[in-house]
């Protein structure tokens, strides 16, 4: 497993941007499939975007796709969410997590993971 590290959350107003970033432990981290996942109050955990250890394969939710990307710099042991056109039901806590994995394929259900963050706040105000 790997220790993950969330930031970039904040208060933003409705079609701005963020970028959330997820720093690894490690030096495998290359190896590492990573998915972003949110959770809004009193609703159920979703994935949002994943991509592969290589970085040549992403994943995106339909709610999010056109607005959110994400990418990774193995290098920094770091994963990306750029996300734009915020809306208010963008806000949630959001996570990282990531898996070993010897295949550079993504992974968008919670269960396939076993390594996650602590979250970051992301709030969208109207």
């Known amino acids: 497993q790997v220790q993950l590290v969330e930031s970039g959350g904040g208060l933003v107003q409705a079609g701005g941007s963020l970028r959330l970033s997820c720093a690894a432990s490690?030096?495998?981290?290359?190896?590492?499939?990573v998915g972003w996942f949110r959770q809004a109050p009193g609703k159920e955990r979703e994935s949002v975007a994943a991509?592969?250890?290589?970085?040549?394969?992403?994943s995106y939710a339909d709610s999010v796709k056109g607005r959110f990307s994400i990418s990774r710099d193995n290098a920094r042991n770091t994963v990306y969410l750029q996300m734009n056109r915020l809306n208010p039901e963008d806000t949630a806590v959001y996570y990282c997590?990531?898996?070993?994995?010897?295949?550079?394929?993504?992974?968008?259900?919670?269960?396939?993971?076993?390594?996650w963050g602590q979250g970051t706040q992301v709030t969208v105000s109207s």
């Open positions: 991509i592969s250890w290589s970085g040549g394969t992403t």
């Open positions: 490690g030096r495998t981290f290359s190896r590492y499939a």
């Open positions: 997590a990531a898996r070993l994995t010897g295949i550079s394929v993504v992974f968008t259900t919670q269960g396939e993971y076993d390594s």
